[in-house]
């Protein structure tokens, strides 16, 4: 439900114009240190407003941590972080209440919870509870140094409106005045062999559904992903070169068997158009029992994709600290 992990268990709760949204990490090891700007760089990454093409609501983000943390260090305790709306106008919805967005979770939403469901902007369905999602990313990450600085998790988006020129995938949404996907490649490097416990929580499984709880994402794909259909076998392999693991190729995106095996660790994520477009849309509408002709309207992105990748790393981060705490390989106290 709203809550991932076995060891370390991420949870978020609120919507998207309630007063605040947030995020309770449980499991961490006491002692990591923690502080403010540590927040700063990741946040801002996911900021609207801060790049072409993102929604204009500007949120300040500052993290405002409520529990778990004494003197500047995790306590052992939850760690519970809230991030205010300030910048919420929920009269936009009401005047499109009667119409479910179409690609939206408007219409599923009220069959699952029956009209109850926060429905401004989308409620807790809405992409703005993933700041939570970053900030949980960022102590993660600390969390992934203690075991080796050297790690590396980084992504960034590849291609926008199927263009490998992103900057003109772009340019392609704002001449059409349309919404428009894209794809994102992530990496991770100096990750250690054999993190994963199959045959459920696989390192793939558990990557590919912290992968599908981003909205919008539509597909995930490691290493030579489908292109491996359409490979031989002694294509795809990729040959072992040493008692390390290195390999000569990497189709295998640094997993095999559901386990790393400490080549790096690849994939890409499809992120569909948003739902919420400028352009004229017909949908059912409740009321009247009819098809209706609308525009959404509120701030919204021409292109979700372009805030992900600060999302992407935070996700996978928050895998591969819950594998490396189930294997053992992270203390329960940090002394720094």
């Not at 407003?49 to 993102?54: A, D, E, N, R, S």
């Not at 068997?257 to 948003?274: H, M, S």
Request: hydrophobic fraction near 40%; charge should be neutral; glycine fraction near 10%.
């Amino acid at each position: 439900m709203n809550t991932f992990g076995r060891i370390l268990r991420t949870s978020v709760f609120g919507a998207s114009h309630a007063d605040c949204i947030g995020v309770l990490l449980d499991g961490l090891p006491a002692g990591l240190p923690v502080a403010n700007q540590d927040f700063i760089d990741d946040l801002n990454r996911r900021k609207g407003g801060m790049q072409k093409g993102t929604t204009p609501r500007q949120e300040a983000d500052i993290p405002l941590i409520q529990s778990g943390l004494f003197r500047g260090h995790t306590t052992g305790a939850p760690l519970t972080i809230i991030f205010e709306n300030k910048q919420a106008r929920p009269e936009d919805y009401e005047r499109q209440r009667s119409i479910p967005r179409p690609g939206h979770a408007d219409w599923v939403a009220r069959q699952k919870f029956g009209g109850f469901e926060d429905y401004r902007g989308g409620g807790h369905f809405s992409a703005r509870l993933t700041v939570g999602i970053v900030a949980a990313g960022v102590i993660a990450k600390k969390l992934l140094h203690v075991y080796d600085p050297a790690i590396r998790i980084q992504a960034a988006v590849t291609h926008i409106a199927g263009l490998a020129d992103p900057d003109a995938g772009l340019q392609k949404a704002i001449d059409a005045k349309d919404s428009v996907g894209g794809i994102i490649e992530c990496m991770a490097s100096h990750i250690p062999p054999a993190l994963g416990e199959p045959f459920w929580d696989s390192a793939e499984s558990l990557i590919a559904h912290a992968m599908f709880a981003i909205p919008a994402v539509k597909g995930v794909a490691f290493g030579a992903g489908f292109h491996a259909a359409e490979m031989f076998g002694s294509q795809h392999n990729d040959a072992i070169l040493n008692k390390e693991g290195r390999t000569a190729t990497n189709h295998a995106g640094g997993i095999v068997g559901g386990l790393t095996n400490g080549n790096d660790l690849v994939f890409r994520i499809a992120v569909k158009p948003a739902a919420s477009t400028p352009q004229q849309q017909t949908s059912y509408n409740w009321d009247t029992d009819s098809q209706d002709t609308f525009s959404v309207k509120g701030r919204h992105d021409l292109c979700v994709a372009l805030r992900a990748p600060v999302i992407v790393e935070a996700m996978t981060a928050l895998v591969l600290a819950d594998l490396m705490m189930i294997a053992g390989k992270l203390p329960r106290i940090i002394n720094s």
